[in-house]
């Protein structure tokens, strides 16, 4: 019988949202989100690994800049309490005429609209283990976090009098010690109306993953994303998400 064994267990979604609150950088909301057991064992190493998870947010408040779900449950996927993830945003609104992002996907509801400053927007994804010690763990065990992030994306509208054609976009991870961009991506201006969907352009990108430092059981990773506009105050931003899954790494018992 071969020495991989594979097991996996299926809970129930949960999704908790923690409230939010002020700090220097301004209005923050953190989302909370139970992640499934998956347990991969060979006697190369260990791996507890979560489901996929995705999480949505839309620019939703003008006075006091926020990202939010927008009241869409659909706007996080993640089933069972094995796993936590953070996601926490923060920005400034650029103006109050925009579209909502429900359902992944970007809609125009009169009176419902906002749309974010590029460069004041600040993505933390933060997971965690909460699982129980896995039994074919070694002694030590070296435990190691890592987030792997499938897809990270925005919708982008240029913010400007059309004098300049194209724009460029792009998300930079900027987690001390792992900074990393991608390639600049060209936005077109179309017309000034944040309120027109057909002005917004998706940004996505699949950024590199590594595992954190090891340690105990209740091992988390931290990673911080941002987003550099080639000309100053010139991009709006709304419809965010992320993609993904955390996997718990473990030294296992040789057999």
């Not at 190691?144 to 792009?170: C, F, M, T, W």
């Not at 954190?212 to 990673?223: F, V």
């Amino acid at each position: 019988m071969s020495r991989h064994v594979l097991m996996k267990t299926m809970r129930l979604a949960e999704f908790n949202m923690r409230a939010c609150g002020w700090n220097k950088a301004g209005l923050r909301c953190l989302y909370v989100i139970g992640l499934s057991l998956l347990t991969v064992v060979s006697s190369r190493g260990g791996q507890i690994k979560s489901d996929d998870f995705v999480v949505a947010m839309g620019a939703s408040a003008v006075e006091n800049p926020v990202w939010t779900r927008e009241d869409d449950e659909s706007n996080a996927v993640a089933p069972g309490p094995n796993f936590e993830l953070g996601v926490d945003l923060e920005g400034e609104a650029l103006s109050p005429s925009g579209p909502t992002f429900r359902n992944g996907k970007l809609e125009n509801i009169s009176g419902m609209g906002v749309v974010a400053k590029a460069k004041k927007f600040i993505a933390t994804v933060v997971g965690k283990y909460i699982g129980p010690a896995p039994a074919d763990a070694a002694n030590p065990p070296n435990y190691r976090v890592q987030v792997n992030v499938s897809e990270i994306s925005i919708h982008a509208a240029v913010a400007g009098d059309g004098s300049i054609p194209i724009y460029k976009l792009n998300f930079n991870e900027v987690t001390g010690g792992q900074e990393q961009s991608q390639k600049e991506q060209p936005l077109e201006f179309r017309a000034e109306s944040f309120s027109n969907l057909s002005n917004y352009t998706r940004l996505s990108w699949t950024p590199k993953s590594w595992p954190s430092t090891a340690g105990g059981i209740d091992q988390e990773q931290g990673r911080i994303f941002d987003l550099t506009e080639s000309e100053p105050d010139s991009v709006a931003i709304d419809g965010f998400e992320i993609r993904g899954n955390i996997v718990l790494l473990y030294d296992s018992k040789k057999e």
